[in-house]
Nanobody
């Protein structure tokens, strides 16, 4: 069984910073891609950033230059450093992990963590 647990959300003023963490644990052979998505009530979940197993990163245009995704393969943990936060970054942030578990590629989501940016 695999668990994906996020942490690090909270309330911050515009211009501030937050760091989200995403830890995968359980029956994992290797972690492939890790990603962060966000969702505002009434809207679809949208991609924020992804990082491949060899460190290739992709970002949504809206966060380029402000957010940085990284990972620690030994800890099976991903991070999202968010700087220069804006009120429009307010959302529930979800971690997505693509991994090799019991002999197959599996996709997991975390429970979500709220990020609120006040103006």
């Amino acid at each position: 069984q695999v668990q994906v647990v996020e942490s690090g959300g909270g309330l911050v003023q515009a211009g501030g910073s937050l760091r989200l963490s995403c830890a995968a644990s359980g029956s994992i052979f290797s972690v492939n891609q890790m990603g962060w998505y966000r969702q505002v009530p009434g809207n679809q979940r949208e991609l924020v950033a992804t990082i491949s197993s060899d460190g290739y990163t992709q970002y949504a245009d809206s966060v380029k230059g402000r957010f940085t995704i990284s990972r620690d393969n030994a800890k099976k943990t991903g991070y999202l450093q968010m700087n220069a936060l804006k009120p429009e970054d307010t959302a529930v942030y979800y971690c997505n992990v693509l991994l090799y578990g019991m002999g197959r590629l599996e996709n997991y989501w975390g429970q979500g963590t709220q990020v609120t940016v006040s103006s």
